[in-house]
């Protein structure tokens, strides 16, 4: 036999049970998403090349899929590459219709997308984004609306979480206050890491990175700040009184904890200046969420963004959105067993037979039980107990009715419960009141 | 303003609406293959070329799409092409994944597929594929299963079908008969053409095609072949006496309607020797389906074949599936206008506020309200009536609960029906009751 087909590195198949179990994320971070009157969108995996370049970085140029011209083109380089995230196509989609949307728009999109990274583990070439954002609205109702929907899907995924929150214009504020704006970048870059090397780490690369030392010292109180989240915010006004944006950034946060009081929400939320987030597009409310019984990195994250749509053209449009990580959160529900068991019992019934009259009979039943919307198969020939059997072991099939000449005479099947093995006769009505 | 940006000729963007639809058809035909036991699965956007390559003839081989190589080996060609259909890439997972697998095999697969044919009306370079294959074995219940399929899906869906079935081996036969069997190939493509050409057109292509005089009047009986299903077996019965494979085809059709009769089916079945399907992996069974109202080609076909997997080495595994066309059905749902009013109605009300503490409180009831599943949305802003009212419209979202300073004192929201106008002050369980 030939050497076995394979599929490119980075890339993966998901069989019966993997789908069911993405199926299941899917689906409930849709029934919630659905409840905020979010609404679907897709946009196709080639974008126009101009769409995509320059929009990732440098870096992410590089890891861009460009598709080969055709025919006499092909020689030229690429016009159209594979969609690499889900924002910017989202800016893009909002400035081309804009003309046919409602305002503040809000919308969710569940697609692949690409990246031609060096695959390593849980992280893949090609991989789902889940996204939710509400665009022409700076009403901090986003920021709000978006917390809720992350409490809600974890709550029903059974995931306990933590959401960690910060503000741009906080961060944008310290910087201003200890007298390095344009060393933003290398600040959050560096405190980012606070939680995994240490405050004497970050004050080493604080240095490195070009500040002085009476400016590492100013940082001092931030990267120290602790206590409730009250507490956290009073003391940040102090520090930041002499910076307009920084207390515009904890005016903003302030609102949005008055927002959640209202709502009750009993969510885990933690006030974390030390949270940067590498995109440089987020102006305002950023999030990061983290799952506490497992050791993963964020599993959903976002922000808001006051002129994501400027790229393409229409400034001024602030909006905020979030994006689930639905392979880390299946990692998640793995790790911590958290799937409900019966996802997969998709048949609930398989007729088992052993001569053509036996299968023709079965194929009645077949018929009744699935107008009744009743999963049922018949197993396609008349053939050894055992194969048939084995067949309902394989695919999880709960119930294996079997059908001999004592049944079609007494119009009844033999029903084995496939877990006990236990055997009873039973009549088509009994058969639909245990199924 | 900069031009505005756009995406690459054949593809498209799909609004809420249009998901709305999509989802609608998608999840019909879902719903009706889980009753059969089929259990979905996904493959990759990107195949090896190899796997590819050659699978769908010359012209096929020009319309991949490439992926260009990353870093050095961008000069050099390609090694990855994206998915062209849902057929290569299923056949490459049964061979790679055949020891995981229950056989025999049932699977679904609903994902989107790229060519780059020359866009037009109707035709796109990025389009969904929604198959159904049941793989190793050679039962022809899975072509009863299939047609049953076919019949539960339109009658859902509220379109009038009619299925078209033919067999290859009676092609086969025919061509056997007339004493020129390797111009099979070109007896089909001819006799494909009766409805649109008429009989005497056809006469000629088979002439210009190679068959002598004798050869083309010996086909006549088959061309002309009518009445009911029973009466043109007979008759192929007594052409194709001479043909073992003929009689074959004959012997599995008259297999396929007396399994038909036992499940007493309702669909518009016609045997229809011209069907011959192009592809020609088929090797029994072939089947189209026309809707009956509209004027649109085939929305869902497929047929059997002995040796899909045979081009990845594992021989002899034979399996029936079948195709249905998304788009062409979308589009017979739109023309017949038998798409479900409501599916759009996502949100059943719309919160609408003048102040801060009227938001607030609709807060509070939009939590309510969703804890009871019910879709619920809170203008994001206290602004103008005229506006919060417009973006119910644009949504087409049924109610809006309008909060004042009354409302606030009695606990109650006053609900306005946006279709009739109609206003009512209601409570909280007054509310969940209308909705």
Redesign the interface.
């Known amino acids: 036999?030939?050497?076995?087909?394979?599929?490119?590195k980075g890339?993966?198949?998901?069989?019966?049970l993997e789908?069911?179990r993405r199926?299941y994320i899917f689906d409930t971070i849709k029934g919630v998403f659905?409840?905020?009157?979010f609404?679907?969108?897709?946009?196709?995996?080639?974008?126009?090349i101009g769409?995509l370049m320059g929009k990732y970085g440098e870096e992410g140029d590089?890891?861009l899929?460009?598709?080969?011209n055709?025919g006499e083109k092909a020689a030229l380089a690429?016009?159209?590459g594979?969609r690499y995230d889900l924002t910017v196509p989202f800016a893009?989609?909002v400035?081309?219709?804009r003309e046919?949307l409602?305002f503040?728009f809000?919308?969710f999109q569940i697609q692949?997308v690409?990246r031609?990274d060096r695959p390593q583990k849980g992280r893949y070439?090609?991989f789902y984004q889940c996204d939710v954002d509400?665009i022409g609205?700076d009403?901090l109702?986003?920021e709000?609306e978006l917390i809720?929907i992350v409490e809600?899907v974890y709550r029903r995924l059974g995931i306990n979480v933590c959401l960690h929150i910060n503000n741009r214009k906080i961060l944008a504020g310290i910087a201003e206050i200890i007298g390095a704006p344009e060393k933003i970048v290398d600040i959050t870059v560096a405190i980012d890491k606070l939680d995994k090397i240490g405050v004497d780490a970050v004050n080493a690369e604080l240095v490195e990175r070009g500040l002085n030392e009476e400016q590492v010292k100013a940082l001092q109180p931030i990267l120290n700040l602790s206590g409730t989240t009250q507490e956290k915010l009073t003391a940040l006004k102090t520090i930041l009184a002499g910076s307009e944006i920084g207390l515009k950034g904890v005016a903003e946060l302030e609102e949005v904890f008055q927002?959640l009081d209202?709502?009750?929400l009993t969510l885990n939320i933690e006030l974390d200046l030390c949270l940067a987030r590498g995109l440089n597009y987020y102006t305002g409310a950023i999030f990061e969420v983290k799952a506490l019984d497992a050791q993963i990195g964020s599993i959903t994250g976002g922000g808001r963004y006051d002129n994501l749509t400027g790229i393409?053209?229409?400034p001024g449009v602030s909006g905020v959105g979030i994006s689930f990580g639905a392979d880390r959160i299946y990692d998640v529900l793995t790790e911590l067993d958290l799937f409900p068991k019966e996802l997969?019992t998709?048949?609930q019934v398989?007729f088992a037979t052993f001569g053509d009259a036996e299968?023709?009979y079965a194929?009645?039943w077949a018929?009744e039980l699935?107008a009744r919307?009743?999963?049922?198969?018949?197993y396609?020939?008349p053939t050894k107990m055992k194969k048939q059997m084995g067949?309902a072991d394989?695919?999880k099939?709960p119930f294996v009715a079997i059908v001999g000449g004592n049944e079609m005479e007494t119009n009844t099947v033999m029903l084995k419960e496939m877990s006990s093995g236990v055997q009873q006769q039973v009549t088509l009505d009994e058969l639909c009141t245990i199924l």
Do not use: C
């Open positions: 036999m030939a050497q076995k087909p394979s599929i490119p890339t993966r198949d998901f069989g019966q789908m069911a199926n659905s409840l905020y009157g609404q679907q969108i897709e946009t196709p995996a080639m974008e126009n769409t590089k890891l899929f460009r598709i080969q055709s690429p016009e159209k594979l893009r989609y400035v081309q219709h046919e409602a503040p809000k919308r692949p690409w031609a070439r090609e509400v609205s009403s109702l986003g709000l809720q809600e927002l209202i709502v009750n393409f053209g229409l997969l998709a048949t398989l299968l023709k194929l009645k018929k699935r919307n009743i999963a049922v198969e018949v396609p020939e067949y394989d695919k099939i």
